[in-house]
Every structure is written in C-alpha cells, then in structure tokens.
C-alpha cells in the first residue's frame, strides 16, 4: 500500500525555521519526483517545489524561492522541506505528492501537516 | 502562470442528480496535463481523472472528464451520497502548476 506521512509541523513565530519530512513507503522512493504543496484551509491547492528522483533537479515557486530548500534521502525513503524566514503568508496544511515522471499526474498525497506562523 | 477559474463556486444538487463543474484555463492547456480532485473535509485531495478524461484506478465511472484548450468539464453522472465534497482542476502543462479555486458541491 503507497503510504505518504508528513510530520514537522506546528506553530513557529515569524521570521523562524521549520523543517517538514514526508517519509513514504509502498513504492520505490527514487524513482519518482516528489513534490509540496500547500493549501490554506478553504482555498485551493497551491504547488511549492519539487525534486526529481535522484535529487538533482530542484525547482520552487517564486513565493518561496530563496527560502524553501526541498531535498530528499533515498536511502531513508524521506523527502524534507527546509523552510525559513516564515512569514504569515505561508500559513498552511503542507501536504507532500508524488508523480511518476516530471509532467504525470499526482496520483498519491499525504495527509498533510498544518504549519502555522504568528506570534 | 495560467490561471484556472472554475464554476460555479458552488453547486446545490440531490443525490441522483447530475453534477456539471466547468474549469475555464486563462491560456491553453494541452489535453494530456489537466486533472481534477475529490477533497473532503480534514482529507488530501484524492485523484479523480487525469489527462482530460482518464480516470484513476478504483474512480467509479460516474465520473468523467472532457474538453480542451482553455474549457474542461468534469460530470458527474449520478451523485452518490459520498461525491459531496470540493473538487479542483489542476493543470500541469507549464510551470508554475496551478490549481483552480475549487467547486464545493453540496446537498441541496
């Protein structure tokens, strides 16, 4: 069964650091490009980054880029997202998403893990 | 960036009824990169159709998708009582990937 579970989420101030992990199993981790995305609660899904199976490849949304780093550990069958100088904006459920190839449907997310940032 | 618009922001149907969601694209999407998603509340979006009108393993085949170039349509041909829920279009031919703002379709 393709499980993916987010974990690192909570309440952090503005201007701080969090990282998410997103450990999977029921596939073969490397060989698929992983993404995040997030959704603030009543709005519609917003992708943030992606990473292709080897980890060589990275791209960001320009809201995030500079500031969000998305890598992965094959090794570990976790993919992380490293997100610094949070600001209220990225208030959201981040959930992490799979796809076979670089343009293939996401046919499997995690439950997502709810970061909020307020003081 | 393409912009989805889906419509209408909300749909009052009864169960048995036919669903009709539309998602209007700001520019064309090729047919092989748009997908729409089943979300219920507290849960991941779920993969309905993907490619315009393919559907994912285990989707009912009340479920079907059509269009092209900037206009797509998800039916649903006979709502069951668990199809009341969110549902949002995604295109995934050109970056950034973007989503539609959703279509809640409730009970009437």
């Known amino acids: 069964e393709v499980q993916l579970v987010e974990s690192g989420?909570?309440?952090?101030?503005?201007g701080g650091s969090l990282r998410l992990s997103c450990?999977?199993?029921?596939?073969?981790?490397y060989t698929y490009w992983m993404h995040w995305v997030r959704q603030v609660p009543g709005k519609g899904p917003v992708w943030v980054s992606r990473i292709n199976g080897a980890g060589t490849s990275t791209t960001y949304a320009d809201s995030v880029k500079g500031r969000f780093t998305i890598s992965r550990d094959n090794a570990k069958n976790t993919l992380y997202l490293q997100m610094n100088s949070l600001s209220a904006e990225d208030t959201a459920v981040y959930y992490c998403a799979r796809r076979r190839y670089l343009r293939s449907e996401t046919d499997y997310w995690g439950q997502g893990t709810l970061v909020t940032v307020s003081s | 960036e393409i912009v989805l618009t889906q419509s209408p922001g909300t749909l009052s149907l009864s169960p048995?009824?036919?669903a009709t969601l539309s998602c209007r694209a700001s520019q064309s999407v090729s047919s092989?990169?748009?997908?729409?998603f089943q979300q219920k509340p507290g849960q991941a979006p779920r993969l309905l159709v993907y490619g315009v009108s393919n559907r994912a393993p285990g989707?009912?085949?009340r479920f079907s998708g059509s269009g092209s170039g900037t206009d797509f349509t998800l039916t649903i041909s006979g709502l069951e009582p668990e199809d009341f829920a969110v549902y949002y279009c995604q295109q995934y031919d050109s970056s950034p990937e973007t989503f539609g703002q959703g279509t809640k379709v409730e009970i009437k």
């Open chain 1, 9 to 14: 989420g909570g309440l952090v101030q503005p």
């Open chain 1, 23 to 29: 450990e999977v199993s029921g596939f073969t981790f």
């Open chain 2, 16 to 18: 048995g009824e036919r």
């Open chain 2, 32 to 36: 092989s990169y748009l997908a729409w």
């Open chain 2, 59 to 61: 989707i009912p085949d």
